[in-house]
């Protein structure tokens, strides 16, 4: 196989940016810092642990129940590096928990333990069909985690003989019946991280805060895009306005995702200030009004609105900017903004 044929996978971003950018800073976590070549080596030794320790093989589920933390991007190369597949979500009941458990087939769970109460209640339901639980502590720790990634040996990472193996299964919130499984696929992923690097216009002097959450949509193809291109991870395993703005002034960051109530709860915060340069934030949901781009604007962040679903892989209609409305007054900028819509998304996905 030559290099024309190989298989499409987003575990090659890792790779790639382990090599050219080795000593830049990837993943920042709290008072913890890692370069590319540190981070590669941490996934490449997780990916041993998960192998030899916790007897991971392929196809193999390894669900997460993790805030934004460093171990989330970890699992996110690590899982599919040993032909496992990752199951997302973590903002459900326990009893939800025991159904994607059960229903994906879940060999192993890493979960922090902030997620200990309902997470032992799906364990509790499951009886001797549960899977065995890898914990980390949120605080940054020493824990089961750490242990094993510290005592492990590093392997390579296998790539998929077919890209269109699975990668991920996604479960929905269950708002209309129980949660489902939404399969995403290593060729699907690489693809999708390629459109949200030429839409957010990522590259290696940027920085990603992450306040949208990694299990949804695999954090709209964030955890592989920022990788891809060099570019430094900010974890925030909870979105505190005070945090985020001190973020915002201190970190040097560039871009970030949001759901509408959160872009609100942080323009209407306290500590929102102007921020030192241009901040690029992509939010979801329904479309921002023209008094919310106004306030966004005077604080130096640049909104754009877009929408998707778990089946698209995140984010898949985005309301672009006409360069032809640059030269309209102030006003005029916001409502042309606040009027723009995505394409419907189903045609869209058709496509």
Known sequence: MDAFDAPLSPLNFLGRSADVWAARPAVTDGAR????????????RLAGALRADVGIRTGDRVATLLPNLAAMLELHYAVPGVGGVLVLNTRLTGADYAHILSHSGATAVVAAESLRGPLSDAIDR??????????????????????????AAAIALERPRDERALLSINYTSGTTGRPKGVMTSHRGAYLHSLGVIAEAGLGARSTYLWTLPMFHCNGWAYTWAVTATGARHVCLPAVDPAVVWRALHTEGITHACAAPTVITMLLGAQEASPCPAPVRVFVGGSPPSPALLERAAAL???????????????????????????????????????RRRPRDVRCAARR
């Open 126 to 151: 499951l009886g001797d069909d549960a899977p065995c639980v890898v914990w980390v502590d949120d605080a940054g720790g020493d824990c089961d985690y750490e242990q094993l990634v510290g005592a």
């Open 33 to 44: 810092s890692w370069t590319y070549a540190e981070h590669a080596d941490r996934v490449r």
């Open 300 to 338: 130096n962040i640049d909104v754009t609105h877009l929408y998707g679903l778990t089946e698209t892989y995140g984010p898949i209609a985005v309301c672009a900017w006409n360069p032809d409305w640059d030269e309209r007054p102030g006003d005029d900028r916001q409502r042309a903004a606040a």
